[in-house]
């Protein structure tokens, strides 16, 4: 085994790390100590500079709890988390597709009735989300599960306001010709937590910290891959700029702001009020894999 040397360090490291026997974590060590290398090679950071970095990471990790994932919203500012979910979600065209499921889902919401008012009187513009759930072959998919969670009115989602109930999530089923309908609040704009090392690092760029007003949806049926997506509103502030990088053109929707009247649920509402209308495409699993669901 040579010494090392600058120039050779780094295929002295790869030749150490070249027989672990689990092939997976052999090639995920060797692709890290490569790209890692390079990285300092390319930099060539300082000893403070690596330390500042060993430290921002230290007090990153002293910040996750079960209540906050400071690594993940590192993750999601840096695109990773939004690539990670396009490689392991290749839907075909068609199929409706897939963002991050970002920190802000609660399990277990409450069950809603179609139709019914997830919004619970939290502030914000009455919204109407009416659409089906179907397969790609255009089967409506009867019973589908949408669990849906998002702000309220003013930004907020349920781990931000101090209530003690559910607050501004539910879970809606398809009927049986496949439709659904969601009567909630149109959410806002809003930023990502900027009180910890991620707000620090970005507080030190010119990046935006906002994400555009969005409704989160987890859709599921017997059989199909299930769904976790995003819904935004068209011409809506931050969409070409999302700080997490979820956008994608065929999950930007139009908002239609109606006037005082008729609602799709076919109730009046006082107040003007936003219809939004959009149909989810799920794919069937593979058959080996459904049948062992
Ligand atoms: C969200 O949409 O709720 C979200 C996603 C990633 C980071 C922060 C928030
Ligand atoms: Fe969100």
Wanted: charged fraction near 20%.
């Amino acid at each position: 085994m040579p010494y090392v040397t600058e120039d050779n360090l780094t295929d002295v490291a790869m030749e150490r790390w070249k027989d672990i026997p689990d092939p997976r974590l052999r090639q995920i060590m060797q692709s890290l100590i490569k790209h890692l290398h390079g990285f300092v090679r390319d930099i060539e950071p300082t000893q403070a500079e690596w330390a500042a970095a060993i430290d921002w990471l230290t007090r990153t990790g002293k910040l996750c709890s079960p209540k906050r994932q400071e690594f993940v919203l590192a993750s999601d500012v840096l695109g990773v988390s939004m690539l990670v979910d396009a490689i392991n979600h290749r839907r075909p065209s068609g199929a409706t597709p897939s963002t991050v499921e970002g920190p802000f889902h609660v399990p277990d919401a409450p069950a809603m009735a179609n139709g019914a008012d997830m919004a619970q009187g939290a502030p914000g513009i009455p919204c109407f989300v009416t659409g089906t759930v179907r397969g790609l072959n255009g089967d409506p998919l009867a019973g589908a599960v949408l669990d849906l969670w998002q702000t309220d009115g003013e930004g907020l989602y349920e781990d931000q306001r101090d209530v003690t109930g559910p607050w501004m999530r539910g879970l809606y089923r398809a009927q049986p010709d496949g439709s659904y309908a969601i009567r909630t609040v149109a959410p806002i704009a809003y930023t990502i937590p900027m009180d910890g090392t991620v707000g620090e690092l970005m507080n030190r760029t010119n990046i935006s910290h906002m994400r555009p007003a969005h409704i989160h949806f987890a859709v599921s049926a017997p059989g199909y891959h299930g769904l976790i997506t995003h819904l935004f509103q068209k011409n809506g502030e931050y969409l070409d700029t999302d700080v997490v990088y979820a956008v994608k053109e065929p999950l930007i929707v139009n908002f239609v702001k109606k006037p005082p009247g008729k609602a799709p649920t076919g109730e009046t509402v006082a107040t003007p009020f936003y219809e939004v209308k959009y149909d989810f495409v799920l794919e069937k699993r593979a058959q080996a894999l459904a049948a062992a669901e």
